[in-house]
C-alpha cells in the first residue's frame, strides 16, 4: 500500500562540494544531521541541490549518503526527473533501490497533456514508491490533471505547488483532488501561511533556515494561525533574499558554512556568484536572527 503518512517539513537539501570539485560527503552528512536536529519530518534531493549538475554516479552516491545518514529517521524524497520516459523509469527504479521514500518529477517541458499524462502513469507503472508531481514555472502541471493522475494512479498521490501563485494552485489541487492528492507548498516556503489555510500539509523549502518552517507549522496545526504569520514574517528579508534564483544556491549555503553545517559555500559552475556587498548584507541578517554557530 502507498505510504500517504508524508506531513510537515520536507526541506530540499544543498549539495556540498570540496575545494577539488567533488561531492562532499562528511558536510552532507552533517547537512542531514542539522535538518533532523531541527525538526525535519524529510529531507528531499532535487533541483536545489543541483542534482542536474551531478553525474550519475554522484547522484547515486548522494542518495545512498542521505538515506543512510537518514535512517529511518525522516522520509527521503528524490527527484528523478529526466528529458525522457526511458531514463525517468530507470533514475526512479534506482531511487527506489537505494532505499528512497518517494521520488519527485518535474513534467517534460514543450509537450501535450497526453504526453504528461503519459510519462506520469508509465513511471507510476514502473515503480511502487509514492511520486510527487512537481509543478514550476518553466514546467507546470495544471492543478486539475495533477488530480486527475491522481485518481487514477494510487501512487501517484502527492504534489508539490511552486507555479506563483501557489496559494489558489494550492486550493485548486486539493478540492479537484477530492481527498486522492496531497498537497505540499513549495517556493522557499514564502508563502507557507497563505498555503496552509489553503489545504496545503506540509512545506518543501530552502534548507538553510527549517527553524523559520518548523515553528510555523507547529504554531499553524495547533491553531496559532496569527502566530504562525508573525512568526514566518521575521524571516521575510531572508526568505526574500533566496528567493532570487540567481543568487539563491550561494546565499543558501554560505548561511549553511556560518551556520557550521557546511566547510564552504562552494557552487558547482556555470553559476554567478554574489558579490561581497550582498554577502555583507546577508550576515547580517543571519546575525540578527541569532541563527549564527547552530549546534547539532
Given amino acids: 500500500m502507498t505510504d500517504r503518512s508524508f506531513r510537515g517539513l520536507f ?16 558536510d552532507l552528512r552533517n547537512e542531514v544531521e542539522f535538518c533532523i536536529s531541527t525538526g525535519a519530518d524529510g ?12 553525474s550519475e554516479c554522484e547522484r547515486s552516491l548522494a542518495a545512498k549518503t542521505v538515506v543512510s545518514q537518514a535512517d529511518g ?11 525522457s520516459t526511458e531514463l525517468a523509469i530507470k533514475m526512479s527504479q534506482d531511487a527506489a533501490d537505494i ?81 486522492n492528492l496531497i498537497v505540499f507548498g513549495g517556493a522557499g516556503g514564502s508563502f507557507l501561511v497563505e498555503e496552509l489555510l489553503r489545504g496545503a ?11 523559520a518552517y518548523r515553528k510555523t507549522l507547529d504554531l499553524f496545526f495547533t491553531g496559532h494561525t496569527e502566530d504562525a504569520r508573525s512568526n514566518i514574517n521575521q524571516f521575510e528579508p531572508i526568505l526574500r533574499t533566496l528567493a532570487q534564483p540567481q543568487v539563491c544556491f550561494s546565499f543558501t549555503k554560505e548561511i549553511l558554512k556560518m551556520r557550521g553545517v557546511f566547510k564552504n ?32
Avoid at 11 to 26: C, S, T
Avoid at 270 to 288: G, K, N, Q, S
Fill in 73 to 83: 529517521r525522516a522520509k527521503v524524497v528524490i527527484n528523478t526527473s529526466a528529458l
Fill in 43 to 54: 529531507l528531499g534531493l532535487a533541483m536545489a541541490s543541483e542534482m542536474p549538475k551531478l
Fill in 11 to 26: 526541506p530540499i537539501l544543498a549539495m556540498p562540494f570540496e575545494e577539488n570539485g567533488n561531492v562532499d560527503e562528511e
Fill in 99 to 179: 532505499g528512497a521514500d518517494a521520488i519527485m518529477i518535474i513534467p517534460p517541458i514543450g509537450v501535450s497533456e497526453y504526453e504528461i499524462r503519459s510519462h506520469y502513469e508509465s513511471i507510476s507503472k514502473s515503480v511502487e514508491l509514492p511520486i510527487f508531481i512537481q509543478d514550476v514555472d518553466v514546467a507546470p502541471v495544471a492543478p486539475a490533471l495533477a488530480a486527475q493522475l491522481a485518481k487514477d494512479n494510487e501512487n501517484i498521490c502527492y504534489a508539490k505547488v511552486e507555479t506563483l501563485p501557489t496559494p489558489p494552485r494550492v486550493s485548486e489541487a486539493v478540492i479537484k483532488g477530492e481527498g
Fill in 265 to 296: 559555500s562552494k557552487v558547482r559552475k556555470p553559476y554567478d556568484i554574489p558579490d561581497e556587498a550582498a554577502f555583507i548584507e546577508l550576515h547580517r541578517m543571519v546575525d540578527e536572527l541569532g541563527l549564527s554557530n547552530h549546534k547539532f
Fill in 201 to 211: 500539509v506540509g512545506t518543501m523549502p530552502w534548507v538553510s533556515i527549517p527553524e
